[in-house]
C-alpha cells in the first residue's frame, strides 16, 4: 500500500511544508504502509493547458504525463491543505484538475490548517474529490493558525493533534485497502 502526503501550498515560506513533514513523521512510525510525501511544487504544472478534459484519458502535454504516472502509482492520498479564502489553494485544485482515472477508486484524508482548521477548504476539497470517485474519510485533522502555530508562524501543534493524524490514517489504510479490488477489476477491464 502506497499512500502520498500531497503539499497543497506552492507558496515560497508555505506552512505546509513543515505540516507534511510532521504528517510524514507521524506515518512512516506505523509500519502499515509506505508514506510518500508528493509536493506538487516539484511537478512546475502550469495552468491547465491540456485541450480534453482529463476524463478523456488523452493526455498530451509532458507535466501532465509525468503527474499521471506520479499520481497512478498511489493506493490513497493525504491531503495537506491551506485555506485560501475559505477554499483550497489555486495550485492544488489544479494539481487535481490536470488527472482523473489516476485518483479513481482511492481513498483520501485532510490536513487542513487556517484560522478556523482549514475545515472550509476541506469541505471544497471533499466535494471536488467526489467528481473525481475519490472516497474521502470522515476524520480529518484541523490544525489552528492561533494554536498549532506559535504567533501564528512556527508549527507547534498541541499534543491532541498527533492521535488525530493517528486516528485519519487508520480509516485512510482501511478505505485504500477496501477500494483495491475495485481498482483492479477496472484496471482488467
Ligand atoms: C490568498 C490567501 C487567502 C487566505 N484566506 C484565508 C481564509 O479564508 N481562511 C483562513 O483561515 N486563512 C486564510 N489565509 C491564511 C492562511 O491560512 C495562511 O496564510 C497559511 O499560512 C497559508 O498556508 P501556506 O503557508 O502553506 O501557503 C489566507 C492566505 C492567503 C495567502
Known amino acids: 500500500m502506497k499512500i502520498a502526503i500531497i503539499i497543497g501550498s506552492t507558496r515560497p515560506g508555505r506552512k505546509g511544508e513543515a505540516v ?24 512546475a504544472l502550469p495552468h491547465m493547458d491540456e485541450p480534453f478534459p482529463p476524463m478523456m484519458g488523452r493526455y ?41 482515472a489516476e485518483w479513481n477508486h482511492k481513498a483520501a484524508a485532510f490536513v487542513g490548517y487556517g484560522a478556523s482548521g482549514g475545515v472550509r477548504a476541506v469541505e471544497h476539497l ?16 484541523e490544525l489552528s493558525l492561533f494554536h498549532d502555530f506559535a504567533e501564528m508562524t512556527h508549527f507547534t501543534p498541541g499534543a ?3 492521535p488525530a493524524v493517528g486516528a485519519m490514517l487508520d480509516e485512510l489504510v482501511l478505505w485504500s485497502d477496501a477500494l483495491k479490488p475495485i481498482r483492479e477489476a477496472k484496471a482488467a477491464v
Open 60 to 100: 498530451s502535454r509532458p507535466h501532465s504525463h509525468v503527474w499521471a504516472e506520479k499520481i497512478a502509482s498511489y493506493d490513497g492520498f493525504v491531503f495537506v491543505t491551506p485555506e485560501y479564502n475559505h477554499a483550497p489553494g489555486g495550485a492544488l485544485k489544479n494539481a487535481i484538475d490536470y488527472l482523473f
Open 20 to 43: 507534511a513533514r510532521w504528517v510524514h513523521d507521524i506515518a512512516a512510525k506505523r509500519g502499515d504502509a509506505q508514506y510518500e510525501i508528493v509536493d506538487i511544487a516539484d511537478f
Open 126 to 141: 471533499r466535494l471536488i474529490l467526489a467528481n473525481c470517485a475519490v472516497a474521502t474519510v470522515r476524520p480529518q485533522v
Open 160 to 162: 491532541h493533534q498527533e
